[in-house]
């Protein structure tokens, strides 16, 4: 069992960034970052395995980066260049077992935090 807390949500201009951080309780082989909106489908972002391959969606490339301290066991999401469609609620996602083909599929994941709140003002 792995619990999840994330943290770092807030409100921002469109233009500037921010850091998202989960902290997770224990070590996981496979992590991500997910959004969602109101009504709308949990949409993957990021996704990072143990060996540090990542993907990300073209939505977020270029714009956001995902990284992981091991030491830590902490999950993060720098976020630059935000944009009002930005706007969600941003969860950290983890697998027990480790994630060989990068899949922004939220089926993949078996724990959940509880979500941080991402408004970008226009």
């Known amino acids: 069992q792995v619990q999840l807390v994330e943290y770092g949500g807030g409100s921002v201009q469109a233009g500037g960034s921010l850091r998202l951080s989960c902290a997770a309780s224990?070590?996981?082989?496979?992590m991500g970052w997910f959004r969602q909106t109101l009504g709308e489908e949990r949409e993957g972002i990021a996704i990072?395995?143990?060996?540090?391959?990542?993907r990300y969606a073209d939505s977020v490339k270029g714009r956001f980066t995902i990284s992981k301290d091991n030491a830590k066991n902490t999950l993060y999401l720098q976020m630059n260049n935000l944009k009002p469609e930005d706007t969600a609620m941003y969860y950290c996602?983890?697998?027990?077992?480790?994630?060989?083909?990068?899949?922004?599929?939220?089926?993949?994941?078996?724990?959940w935090g509880q979500g941080t709140q991402v408004t970008v003002d226009s």
């Open positions: 990072i395995n143990s060996s540090g391959s990542i």
């Open positions: 996602a983890a697998r027990s077992t480790y994630c060989s083909i990068l899949r922004l599929d939220r089926d993949l994941f078996n724990y």
């Open positions: 224990g070590y996981s082989r496979c």
